[in-house]
């Protein structure tokens, strides 16, 4: 068998991108976290930990104890390397800054969504950790240095506690991903340059807010329902596991199309999904395995992020599929 890298190796020797100084060490930091990660959440229910909190983040969703306590551990672990100048989470309002004595070369902000998907936990089903790292246009940053489209994105990462927990990240030279072995404690590249299919017929959505979408969606969706008896002229599969990082992971691995579309359910709100540490993130990963991410309108990483945890409708995966929908949005629009 072909030796495989460690993740260690893989940055000291394999690392492309002009900021492999910083993101070399900050990228050992975030494996560190998401080892620390996948153990609290192993532990299931033997640590006490699979319950509700009394408190709600910044989108009033109630939390989970899981919820603050990766928090806390993403936090603690990656302030460490010298270059993370200051953080956001999905679960705090304002930004987080990172102790003077630890930012010595303090250019970067690192922003995250801890764990994905958490109202899977108490359910034993796959849950994630979402990054994305921006480089800070000052060593003290306020807000205004946070809110950087997706394109200045340096790097972007999922991690996934699945059947195996995975770290899988790209600096802008495509994708790679890579295994953890539990027992050695270290994380291995498994899946070097992952490429997503261009086609499929696979289609991942929450089915039950079919009446809330809008018409485009709700027409591609209807065309993939007909199968072969309808326009598309093949069968569709259906997925829907209700963890964003699970559901890009499978369109990594075999292809296929997630949206989590503008709906009528909550109409104050842009969407379900968060710009800055869903959206984005998980875009660059996309587009950099040759797929398409938009909001049906406009590419997600154009985006000029207008707040921390602002809210954008999400279509992403299969080139041509996501291609199809946003033709799909400009008829509807002319
Ligand atoms: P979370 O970050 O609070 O867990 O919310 C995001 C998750 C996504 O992972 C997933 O795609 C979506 O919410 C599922 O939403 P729904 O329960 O409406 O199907
Ligand atoms: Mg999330």
Not at 227 to 253: K, P
Not at 297 to 322: A, K, T, Y
Request: proline share 4%.
């Amino acid at each position: 068998m072909t030796p495989l890298y460690t993740i260690t190796e893989f940055l000291i020797d394999h690392l492309q991108c002009e900021h492999k100084e910083a993101l070399a060490p900050m990228l050992a930091d975030v494996a560190a976290a998401c080892k620390e990660i996948a153990v609290a959440i192993e532990a299931g229910a033997l640590n006490g930990n699979m319950g509700s909190l009394d408190s709600e983040n910044v989108q009033g969703e109630v939390q989970k104890a899981l919820d603050m306590i990766t928090h806390d551990i993403f936090i603690a672990t990656n302030q460490r390397s010298g270059y993370v100048a200051a953080m956001a989470s999905e679960e705090v309002a304002e930004i987080i800054e990172v102790p003077l004595n630890y930012r010595q070369n303090g250019d970067y902000l690192l922003v995250f969504d801890p764990l994905d998907g958490s109202s899977n936990v108490n359910v034993n089903i796959s849950v994630g950790t979402i990054f994305s790292i921006l480089k800070s246009a000052s060593k003290q940053p306020t807000l205004a240095d946070f809110l950087q489209a997706g394109t200045a994105q340096v790097c972007a990462g999922y991690a996934l506690y699945g059947t195996s927990t995975m770290l899988v990240f790209t600096t802008g030279k495509g994708v790679n991903g890579f295994t953890l072995d539990a027992k050695v404690g270290e994380f291995y590249l498994t899946h070097p340059n992952m490429q997503i299919t261009p086609d499929t017929q696979e289609f991942s959505i929450n089915m039950s807010n079919y009446r809330f979408w809008q018409e485009p969606v709700q027409r591609y969706v209807d065309e993939c329902l007909l199968g072969a008896d309808g326009i598309r002229g093949e069968d569709f599969n259906m997925r829907w596991v209700a963890s964003m990082v699970a559901e890009v992971h499978r369109i990594l691995v075999r292809g296929g199309i997630f949206m989590y579309p503008l709906d009528m359910k909550q109409p104050t709100k842009a969407g379900k999904l968060r710009l800055m540490y869903e959206a984005n993130p998980m875009s660059l990963i996309v587009e950099q395995a040759g797929g398409a991410a938009s909001t049906g309108l406009q590419r997600i990483l154009d985006i000029q992020p207008s707040g921390l945890h602002q809210r954008v409708p999400v279509i992403m995966g299969s080139r041509n599929e996501v291609e199809r929908l946003i033709g799909y949005h400009k008829i509807n629009a002319d």
